[in-house]
């Protein structure tokens, strides 16, 4: 019985302390975002222009862009639609226990796994929809205005811990069915697209099984001296993710890969290696590559200098987003207006949901409300991240990103380079048959030193 007790006091406990994240996160998501409507807003590669003629003033989004409907100009819904369509990885609580640990959530600890999830499901989309894809729901999921996120905060702790005392389970939230979704597609091209769409996001689902979920992301990280719990920086999530990627079975996953570059290097040899590495008598093809780059824009501060490059890759179509935020928060940055980046925010503490049965609900994995906070605030360090669908858009894309670096870095070092020819350091994982030794020394090594440089509170 004194267990029991003690299990209950730590159930209760738990509640507690994701309803005062939730809460915590709240007063973010109440603040109004403004878009200017005379410049333009970019979002991973797309360009949005909300100026109409008579009228010079500010945009208000409000929640996702929510505005009256008789001053709605421009392209503000196709630039909605988009935004909503990226997937949003948030929080999530009362998931499968992870291994080796008590914890059934990640609230306060795990926004740079959720952060880097984003940026590979964006990567997954360019891969199996296009970047032309937006999801046809994207505009009927329920606005998040100030009022009903606090409100929906306050009813789902209240509701949680009614039914902890209870012994029922939490209501679920209403849904978009697969069947209903799928009637309203018509042609085979629209719903394999649907298909794909909830096939991406299950493979990020929070059970030990998914392949890019939580609990896995967290078994690799602990290669490298992570736990479930730890702070995670962008660099060390780049090689988890690279290392799930390449562990991944499944068959639709065979045919991408990930690069990490070393100490800043994108060696093109080793790239088009990785690429060409299913290349047989049966399979001519060579694989599509995530190239991740991790990166410091600075010293202690993010230095202003770079803001022009980080918009100009922010402007390629092949971009995948940036794993990075500001001091104690990560952020998943998908674009900008100005001097401001455009992001998805990680830090809202959502239910778990069953992502393995076939008709599981979609809206909590799409963000309703961009945010948008100042290139200054920005913490440097950062992982950058491009898709490239075969070895000769990795050529054009090494090219034009090649001379982007040379015009931006002026009289200064470029913040990474394209160098021909392999590393010295061959990748290990390649060759490497034990599967619990799943990083070299040398990676292990390179890890632990980001780990130390990184601004450990992200």
Not at 114 to 136: D, E, N, S, V, Y
Not at 280 to 288: F, I, L, Y
Not at 432 to 444: A, M, V, W, Y
């Amino acid at each position: 019985m004194e267990a029991t007790g003690t299990d209950e006091v730590d159930k209760l406990k738990t509640k507690f302390i994701s309803a005062w994240n939730n809460m915590k996160y709240s007063w973010v998501l109440k603040t109004k975002t403004y878009f200017s409507r005379n410049s333009p807003v970019l979002l991973l590669g797309k360009c949005y222009h909300f100026k109409y003629e008579d009228e010079d003033k500010t945009l208000p989004a409000g929640s996702g862009c929510t505005i009256e409907d008789h001053v709605i100009a421009g392209n503000v819904e196709e630039f909605r639609k988009d935004f909503i369509s990226r997937i949003w990885l948030t929080y999530r609580e009362e998931f499968p226990q992870i291994e080796g640990s008590a914890l059934t959530t990640d609230c306060g600890w795990g926004c740079t796994l959720r952060t880097g999830q984003m940026l590979l499901a964006q990567g997954l989309i360019l891969h199996f929809l296009g970047r032309a894809w937006t999801w046809p729901d994207a505009l009927n999921i329920e606005n998040s205005d100030s009022e009903s996120w606090t409100s929906h905060t306050v009813k789902k702790f209240t509701a949680s811990f009614e039914a902890s005392l209870s012994g029922e389970r939490e209501l679920k939230t209403p849904k978009i069915s697969l069947k209903e979704t799928i009637g309203k597609y018509s042609d085979d091209h629209e719903m394999r697209n649907e298909i794909y769409h909830r096939k991406i996001i299950s493979w990020f689902g929070d059970s030990p099984l998914a392949l890019f979920g939580l609990h896995q992301l967290i078994e690799y990280g602990k290669k490298s001296g992570k736990k479930a719990g730890d702070w995670y920086g962008p660099a060390v999530v780049a090689h988890i993710l690279r290392k799930a990627v390449e562990e991944a079975r499944h068959p639709d996953l065979q045919g991408i890969t990930i690069y990490v570059a070393q100490d800043c290097t994108v060696y093109n040899c080793d790239v088009i290696d990785k690429q060409s590495a299913s290349m047989t008598s049966d399979n001519a093809d060579d694989k599509a590559v995530i190239i991740l780059v991790p990166v410091r824009l600075g010293g202690e501060r993010t230095n202003t200098d770079y803001l022009e490059f980080v918009k100009s890759i922010l402007s390629l179509e092949y971009c995948v987003g940036i794993i990075g935020g500001k001091p104690k928060q990560s952020y998943y940055f998908a674009g900008f207006q100005d001097d401001s980046l455009i992001y998805m925010d990680p830090h809202y503490c959502q239910s778990f949901v069953d992502v393995s049965i076939k008709d599981f609900p979609l809206e909590t994995f799409h963000c309703p409300s961009p945010k948008k906070m100042a290139f200054r605030k920005m913490d440097p360090s950062c992982t950058i991240g491009f898709y490239c669908r075969n070895v000769q858009d990795f050529e054009r894309a090494s090219e034009e990103i090649t001379k982007m670096l040379k015009f931006s870095s002026k009289e200064k070092y470029p913040l990474f380079t394209f160098v021909n020819g392999h590393s010295r350091d061959y990748d290990f994982t390649s060759t490497t048959t034990n599967e619990e030794d799943l990083f070299s020394e040398d990676e292990k090594k390179r890890l632990k030193r980001f780990s130390m440089e990184e601004f450990v509170l992200l």
